[in-house]
Every structure is written in structure tokens, then in C-alpha cells.
Nanobody, 119 residues
Framework: QVQVVESGGGLVQPGGSLKLSCTAS????????MEWYRQGPGNLRSLVAG???????NIADPVKGRFTISRDNAKNTIYLQMNNLKPEDTAVYLC?????????????WGQGTQVTVSA
């Protein structure tokens, strides 16, 4: 069994910072790309940032210059450093990992972590 677990969400004031973590564990042989998505009150899910196991990154335009994605391959963990947070960043942040579990590749999602930006 493969698990993907996010952590680090919370309530923060506008202009504040948070750092999210996402770890893949269990029957993991290899982890390829890992990505952060967010799902806001309208329930639309959008890509926030992604990173390959080689370290190549892509950041969505709405958060470019404020959010940074990084990765620790030894821990099968990615991070999302979020600075200068705005109320419109409020959402459930979900992690997706492309994982080889020994027999085939698959996309695995975590349950999400809530980020609320409010004064």
C-alpha cells in the first residue's frame, strides 16, 4: 500500500508564510513527479507547482514569485514554501505523486491540508 500525506496547513494572516510538506510512504519503489494542487471554495482543482525527481520545477502564474517548491528524494518528500500569502490562496492543498509500487506506475493523492488566509 502507498500513502501520500500532506501536513503544514493552518490559519495565517495576509502577508504571512506557511510551509507545506508531502511525503510518499509504504510500498514505494520509485517516485517520479510530485505536484501540489489546490481546491478552493468553488471546488475547482488547479495546479500550484510541480517538481520532477531531477529537480525541474514549474510554478503556476498566480503564485509565481511567492511560492517555492523543493524536494528531498531520500525522504520521498516535497515542500511548498508559501510567502506573502493572500486571502485568495485560501484552499485545500493536495499533493499528487507519480509512484512505482513494484508492479506498475500510478498517481496517488493525499487527503489534503487546509490553508486559510484571513485577518
Amino acid at each position: 500500500q502507498v500513502q501520500v500525506v500532506e501536513s503544514g496547513g493552518g490559519l495565517v494572516q495576509p502577508g504571512g508564510s506557511l510551509k507545506l510538506s508531502c511525503t510518499a510512504s509504504g510500498s514505494v519503489v520509485h517516485v517520479s513527479a510530485m505536484e501540489w494542487y489546490r481546491q478552493g471554495p468553488g471546488n475547482l482543482r488547479s495546479l500550484v507547482a510541480g517538481i520532477t525527481n531531477g529537480g525541474s520545477t514549474n510554478i503556476a502564474d498566480p503564485v509565481k514569485g511567492r511560492f517555492t517548491i523543493s524536494r528531498d528524494n531520500a525522504k520521498n518528500t516535497i515542500y511548498l514554501q508559501m510567502n506573502n500569502l493572500k486571502p485568495e490562496d485560501t484552499a485545500v492543498y493536495l499533493c499528487k505523486a507519480e509512484i512505482f509500487g513494484g508492479s506498475n506506475w500510478g498517481d496517488f493523492w493525499g487527503q489534503g491540508t487546509q490553508v486559510t488566509v484571513s485577518a
